[in-house]
């Protein structure tokens, strides 16, 4: 079955610090991975996705199909980057757009 | 233009009540979905619309879970027989086509059942 880990409930790092979220997946096909974000009293919304290979508001993230990882990273954290951060996956041979989520890390940026 | 609304924001009920939540998408976008937000939890897949049909349903729970989408674009998500654990945020999400599309997300419901 597909799965994806997020094997942080929390992260909190200080300004300036370089943040890397940890994403797992478990899927035997070609997926697609996606970043999703939740600013406080906000609702959830795209960050990324790797079929498009861009870097948002700092962010990056890199599919790394032999560890089967999609780590969030991002080189200076800013105190407006503090957001519950989740990875999910589609899988490739889908055509329904259906998303599984990990559990979300709560990034905490400190000033 | 507007996102995704979706209505009552809020809603407290007694187990074993009927219970109706409303998702209306962005205009145009074809696909809509339904996921289930249980405390410290990630979003979990319930049901996908593709226009008027439910697509896929491999996520509804049972089948105290229905959900319709008569004209295409607003859509019900029904609970028959709600019980405790039936208690969650329910996040509807719509998008201009399926697969590999950006997903936008409503407010969400969030459900309580007493």
């Known amino acids: 079955a597909q799965r994806v880990t997020q094997p942080e409930k929390l992260l909190s790092v200080f300004k300036g610090a370089p943040v890397e979220l940890k994403c797992n997946y478990s899927?035997?096909?070609?997926?697609?991975l996606f970043w999703y974000v939740q600013y406080s009293r906000q609702r959830l919304q795209l960050l990324l996705r790797?079929?498009s290979r861009e870097s948002i508001k700092g962010f990056t993230a890199d599919l790394n199909k032999g560890e089967t990882s999609f780590h969030l990273k991002k080189p200076f954290a800013q105190e407006e980057d503090s957001a519950m951060y989740y990875c999910?996956?589609?899988?490739?041979?889908?055509?329904?757009?259906?998303?599984?989520f990990g559990q979300g890390t709560t990034l905490q940026v400190k000033p | 233009g507007a996102g995704v609304s979706q209505t009552p924001s809020n809603k407290v009920t007694e187990k074993g009540k009927y219970v109706e939540l409303r998702c209306d998408p962005i205009?145009?976008?074809?696909?809509l979905y339904w996921y289930r937000q249980s405390l410290g939890q990630g979003p979990e897949f319930l049901i996908y619309?593709?226009?008027?049909?439910?697509?896929?349903d491999s996520g509804l729970p049972n089948d105290r879970f229905f959900a319709v989408r008569p004209e295409g674009s607003v859509s019900t998500l029904k609970i028959q027989r709600t019980e405790r654990g039936d208690s969650a945020v329910y996040l509807c999400?719509?998008?201009?086509?399926?697969?590999?599309?950006?997903?936008?997300f409503g407010p969400g419901t969030r459900l309580t059942v007493l």
């Open positions: 790797h079929i």
């Open positions: 999910a996956l589609e899988r490739g041979s889908s055509n329904t757009g259906k998303l599984i």
């Open positions: 619309f593709q226009g008027t049909g439910a697509a896929d």
């Open positions: 999400a719509s998008s201009s086509g399926s697969s590999g599309r950006k997903q936008f």
């Open positions: 205009s145009g976008h074809t696909a």
């Open positions: 899927y035997s096909g070609s997926p697609e």
